[in-house]
């Protein structure tokens, strides 16, 4: 049984900064793609970014592009989200997810639906303006 937990979020002003944090305790880190969400009060789910553990593949939603950041590093089986240039519309509960497909993990993330095979609880990220 894989575990995730989220961690990073908190409260930060607009043009600010933040990394979330993914930590995986599944046997083989390598195994796993991870994928982050976020859904702000009201509105739907939006998928934000993935990533290949092993290949170090990664894909962005249009919106983060150039301001999101993720990654992953093996020895801590733990994937990042580094967020710059937060706007007041980044506000939002941060999931990360798990699956061992990555095809359907970009086809997931980019659908925004909930079809991985593991889930976070969330990270609340508030942007202030």
């Known amino acids: 049984q894989v575990q995730l937990v989220e961690s990073g979020g908190g409260l930060v002003q607009t043009g600010g900064s933040l990394r979330l944090s993914c930590a995986n305790s599944g046997r083989t880190f390598t195994n796993y793609n991870t994928g982050w969400f976020r859904q702000a009060p009201g509105k739907k789910r939006e998928g934000v970014s993935c990533i290949d553990n092993s290949e170090g593949t990664t894909w962005y939603a249009d919106s983060v592009k150039g301001r999101f950041t993720i990654s992953s590093d093996k020895a801590k089986s733990t994937s990042y989200l580094r967020m710059n240039s937060l706007k007041p519309e980044d506000t939002a509960v941060y999931y990360c997810?798990?699956?061992?497909?990555?095809?359907?993990?970009?086809?997931?993330?980019?659908?925004?639906?909930?079809?991985?095979?593991?889930w976070g609880k969330g990270t609340l990220v508030t942007v202030s303006s």
């Open positions: 997810a798990a699956d061992n497909s990555w095809i359907h993990t970009i086809v997931v993330v980019a659908a925004a639906t909930d079809d991985l095979d593991y």
